[in-house]
């Protein structure tokens, strides 16, 4: 049991998978990058920040706004990693970096963290989508991703709204709970068996399919992501693809591990970063 526990923990410890640097380094540039990235795109873009959304002291978000006088302006919501534990929205600008100049509008979201957000359930995804209705688009990494495929599950009648999510990029994401629970993960978080299983994506295809049948989903994983975070990326885009009516893709992008996966959105030339223009007919 010991030496299955060891090597979950490892399966779930991305940084022990890059093959670029060690652990503790390959965490410390990750970081590095998406600050440099969200610093650049605040010189680049008109930008509102510090906007909030909800009551908590995390609820707040980050807008990066093209100088444009068009009115197709497609709306790209970003959603960080770090378990929900770790990171901010200080760290989620870079992606408006080749976008504000396409004329995308980017919102990074900051969230209440260490387990918040299972306790509020889906506001965040109520209060950002309220206000907003033609071209939108998801973009979550790690963690985010979990949130973002939450987002597309979610039964918006009982809020009376109904957002228009035409396109979801889940990057290197978890969308089944059920194995962290006895890892290092779950210390802060505290889930129980009931709470993985509630918000865990894998569970909730029906009411996707329901919500977000015109969403197109890429779900995209690293090549060298733990070979659990690519089981949940394929078990998951099976899932979805097996649902009559769902229009999803699986990307596995190469030479990238779980961080510079995401990374790279910093650039208007990067496989993904292109992928979301096209979705947005903005290539």
Not at 1 to 13: A, D, K, P, T
Not at 75 to 102: D, N, R, T
Not at 211 to 216: A, Q, V
């Amino acid at each position: 049991f010991f030496v299955f526990f060891n090597e979950l923990e490892r399966q779930f410890s991305p940084s022990q998978w890059s093959h670029r640097m060690s652990g503790d380094d390959v965490i410390k540039s990750h970081v590095t990058a998406l600050k440099e990235g969200t610093q650049l795109a605040r010189g680049l873009a008109q930008t509102l920040l510090n906007v909030p959304y909800g009551e908590g002291e995390g609820e707040k978000l980050d807008v990066y706004v093209p100088t444009t006088t068009s009115l197709d302006v497609p709306l790209v919501i970003y959603l960080h990693g770090g378990y929900w534990q770790f990171l901010s929205k200080e760290e989620s600008g870079f992606m408006a970096v080749p976008l504000v100049h396409k004329g995308v509008v980017v919102v990074a979201v900051g969230y209440d963290i260490a387990g918040g957000w299972f306790l509020t359930g889906n506001s965040l995804g109520l209060s950002l989508c309220v206000s907003l209705s033609s071209g939108l688009y998801l973009c979550g990494h790690s963690a985010g991703a979990h949130l973002a495929a939450m987002i597309l599950s979610t039964d918006w009648s009982q809020y009376s709204v109904n957002p228009q999510i035409k396109g979801a990029f889940l990057v290197s994401g978890i969308y089944d709970l059920l194995p962290i629970l006895s890892t290092y993960v779950n210390e802060p978080l505290k889930m129980t068996e009931e709470v993985a299983l509630r918000n865990s994506p894998s569970q909730l295809v029906p009411q996707l399919k329901l919500s977000s049948s015109n969403c197109d989903i890429v779900v995209a994983m690293a090549q060298n992501d733990s070979p659990e975070f690519r089981k949940q990326s394929e078990d998951y885009y099976k899932a979805l693809e097996s649902t009559e009516g769902l229009k999803v893709t699986l990307e596995d992008v190469p030479n990238t591990d779980h961080f510079n996966i995401i990374e790279q959105l910093v650039d208007g030339d990067y496989h993904l970063t292109q992928l979301l223009l096209k979705m947005m007919g903005k290539s």
